[in-house]
């Protein structure tokens, strides 16, 4: 009967319609970007933090070695939190951190590593936040691992922590 | 304190009363009187009072900041002026739950004293519906959100309310947006009573009629409030983003306006009853889900209230065991009922009105699947996409030319029909829209044609509607002005979308800024302290070409608690233009980013919104001729 | 009189043609800004907000339109980057095909119906 069979298509359709919310709710709901298909490293050329001078991206990452790009600023109160791991990263023989300074005053930025440590053997500047948007990143602290075909492998938003420092040097073991 | 254990106890004495109400009620239902026992009525009154009392009780505690309570502890704080601290109540999740009982208890209650005349089975069945509903928020409200959660040790200070909500349209919006939200759930109700006594006819048409122009009226209304909040206090000059939230309101209102107009024909015959029901259920059931959406925190928006998937999956299961219950029983008891079915012909009233919804189902069918796309993409293949303005404007905008002509059309049919004056005289009035546009608008866009044709068909109405409102016809008058205002409503927001122009620009204290209608100077800074913020107060004066200069004065709050910077923006209306200028601080700078909008019209759209609620008002006190 | 009261309308309405300000050049900028989410605001396109990505963005997109760019490939470089969750328009791809074509298919569908109905009681 024609009534039997569309009660029969509603129930399944709803039935659809539940499991998919009920999985939707489940899931995460903030949005943090797929690092599944590795991506390589933009090609891009960088002022240099000490120097007037401008660093190739190819010559920044040139190194056989695991490397971290670590996005900060003086300005950035995470940041600071976040540079005593850095400076424990840095310590690590498999891997160089190259750091981002973000829409920063150089003045306040040199301060900042003078107080806290320098975790970088190389630092270059975003000062307007384009060279940032090449790597897909959101804002400041943004903590990227780089492997030895230079390709993105994580992405960390926000400042990192112990947990994060333990993954990173699970992996470049 | 004391306020607390009252609000609490409130809740669970009126939970019980649910039960004791559904007892009394089941056992009524097969005495032999015609009217139902006078304890009901009492029970019900009782049950409403008692949400009243819990009400008040977290009102109290708010006004107080009694930061024992969690609810009040999250979302106040001592600093707050009294008016935000009471309307703080119901701004947030547990408190507006309060809202969703005190509005289905209440309108339960002035359903069951104002239905004396009605068939008593299908008023005590329309009472154990409503009931199952209470039933399930009160369970929601005692298991997962509790407005009444009991905190130590006693924090000294709240973590205060958003100061973005601090706005008296957004006090006053959710309770009028849930008057008509919640109310369609006794529309709900009563079309399942109605189903199951086989009642849906042109008597109960009647009879629920102003239950739907009464919900109807204040969800028009409630989010005409939303819409002019997020114009006046979010500071990017529009007034409506296609937000979820937004849409979740949105989407009710169509169905709702469908269902409005299928009653205009139910109640003069017995006709279209399968689908007034359809339509009563899934209204409500659009209210249920879309606090489905909003609540659960499987969408993420401006105005989602905090995140918590354990509410989320109650709401869900709630939700669809009340689709299942509604299918169940349309599917058991609904017989097609339909006297004089075969009066449908081609250019009939029920004609109109079936085309009327076909297009009201369309718009909800591009609301409801763009809302609810991305999760469904989500969950199938873990992409994530947006759907944005872009989406909904290019699907609804093109239908909105052959709805308007037919919303034109539609109602003057027998004028259509009958003579041959009366054809040309709307021949004429067409023409006259078109090229009256074209003249209009040919050197203000690049979509020409498009605009032309879209344009024409919001001016064929107003001038048809216009017309009849002068020949003063009293017979359809609440029809006319609702068209009327609805016409209004399209050539405003068209208007507006093409006229407005704005300038960005970054200036500081003493600059000018010169643009070729005129000039913006930015005189001076104010700073203020206010009891919860430092205000920042720029003075710009605009001065036109023709000589004539307003004054802007723009704000930025800081604010302590919470952490916070708002941008006021300062706005001139008048009834020709809105001028608008909001101003933001640009980090490390004595550069201020000034956005200054001129927007044509503004004030009639809400004025035409204000219109059509005045059709629905007029309809619900036209007297029986 | 009708005629009158057109023109009277006509007269008013005439005064507004000259508010737009023609920058042209600027129409595509923001034409492409408003189509672009702020990914750290809520709710908030490119174009309306004043924060850090926003800017950062914005001048990404201006200088691609000055290297004479188009909009599809700009919105295609923000896509790779981000995702296309960046962007306000769902394009038409496999993935979006139920979602544009859905409501049409609904419509036409409601249409029939309601043919289907008129016919059958038309006797």
Known sequence: MKNKFSLLGIIIFLSFCFAVFFKGLNSSNIYSPKVSEKENIPLFEAKDFNSTAYLNSKKIFEEDIFYILNIWASWCAPCRAEHSLLMRLSENQSIKLVGLNYKDNLDNAKKFINELGNPYSQIIVDKDGTLSVEFGAYGVPETFLINKDKKIIRKFIGPINNEIVEEIKLIIK | ?625 | MKILKIFIIMLFLLSFSNLKSNEKSDELKNKILKNVRCLICQGQSVFDSESEFASSIKLIVERKIDEGLQEETIYRFLREKYGDWIIYDPEFTKNTYILWLLPLLLFLIGGAIIYKNSKKNEK
């Open chain 2, 1 to 625: 304190m004391l306020a607390n254990q009252i609000g609490y106890y409130s809740l669970v004495l009126g939970l019980i009363f649910s039960f004791l109400i559904c007892a009394v009620s089941i056992k009524d239902f097969n005495t032999s009187s015609k009217q139902i026992n006078q304890n009901i009525l009492s029970l019900s009154f009782t049950q409403l009072v008692l949400i009243i009392i819990s009400f008040l009780g977290l009102i109290l505690s708010f006004v107080n900041s009694d930061f024992s309570n969690e609810t009040v502890f999250n979302n106040s704080h001592t600093t707050k002026p009294l008016f935000y601290k009471i309307s703080g109540t119901w701004g947030n999740h547990e408190g507006s739950l309060l809202l969703w009982l005190l509005v289905l208890t209440l309108f339960i209650f002035i359903f069951l004293i104002s239905s004396r005349e009605q068939p008593k089975k299908y008023r005590i069945l329309t009472l154990l519906f409503q009931q199952i509903i209470i039933i399930g928020f009160f369970l929601f409200v005692l298991m997962t959100s509790n407005p009444f959660n009991y905190l130590f040790p006693i924090p000294m200070e709240g973590l205060g309310l958003n100061p973005i909500l601090q706005d008296p349209a957004l006090a006053i919006h959710p309770p009028i947006l849930y008057l008509g939200y919640v109310g369609t759930s006794i529309i709900f109700s009563s079309s399942l009573a109605a189903v199951t006594q086989n009642y849906v006819s042109k008597e109960w048409g009647q009879h629920i009629k102003k239950w739907i122009l009464v919900s109807w009226i204040f969800l028009t209304i409630g989010i005409m409030l939303g819409s002019i909040w997020a114009y006046y206090e979010l500071g990017w000059g529009g007034f409506w983003f296609w937000d979820p939230v937004e849409n979740v309101s949105l989407m009710p209102w169509l169905t709702l306006t469908a269902l409005l107009h299928c009653i205009l024909v139910l109640e003069k015959k017995t006709a279209l009853t399968s689908w007034v029901v359809i339509l009563s259920i899934t209204t409500f059931t659009l209210s249920m889900c879309g606090t489905f959406l909003v609540r659960s925190g499987i969408l993420n928006s401006v105005h989602t209230f905090a995140n918590d998937p354990a509410r989320g999956i109650f709401i869900l299961i709630f939700l669809f065991s009340l689709i299942a219950l509604s299918l169940g029983i349309f599917f058991f008891f609904h017989k097609e009922n339909n006297k004089n079915s075969n009066n449908f012909f081609w250019l009939s009233r029920e004609t109109s009105i079936l085309i009327n919804n076909w297009f009201m189902m369309y718009f909800l069918s591009v609301i409801l699947i763009g809302t609810v796309y991305p999760i469904f993409l989500d969950v199938i293949s873990s992409e994530k996409i947006s759907v944005g303005p872009p989406f909904y404007h290019k699907l609804i905008a093109p239908f909105l030319i052959p709805f308007l002509l037919f919303m034109s059309l539609g109602p003057r049919l027998k004028w259509i029909k009958s003579k041959i004056e009366n054809k040309n005289s709307l021949i004429l009035t067409f023409v006259i829209s078109v090229m009256l546009t074209f003249f209009i608008i040919k050197n203000l866009t690049t979509d020409l044609l498009f605009y032309t044709v879209l344009i024409s068909t919001a001016f064929f109405l107003f001038f048809t509607t216009l017309k009849e409102l002068f020949v003063k016809r009293f017979n359809n008058f609440s029809q006319i002005v609702a068209h009327f205002g609805f016409s209004l409503l399209m050539l405003s927001i068209l208007f507006n979308s093409i006229l407005s122009s704005e300038i960005i620009t970054n200036m500081k204290v003493g600059e000018k800024y010169s643009y070729n209608k005129g000039e913006i100077f930015f005189k001076k800074i104010e700073e203020r302290k206010k009891s919860n913020f430092n205000s920042i107060i720029a003075h710009f004066e605009i001065k036109k070409e023709n000589g004539k200069s307003i004054e802007l004065k723009p704000e930025i709050r800081i604010y302590n608690q919470p952490n916070i910077i708002t941008s006021e923006a300062d706005i001139k209306t008048t009834l020709l233009e809105d001028k608008f200028l909001v101003m933001n601080l640009v980090k490390g700078n004595e550069y201020f980013n000034i956005r200054y909008q001129v927007k044509p019209f503004m004030i009639w759209i809400w004025i035409s919104v204000l219109l059509l609620s005045l059709g629905g008002l007029m309809s619900l006190f036209k007297r029986k001729i």
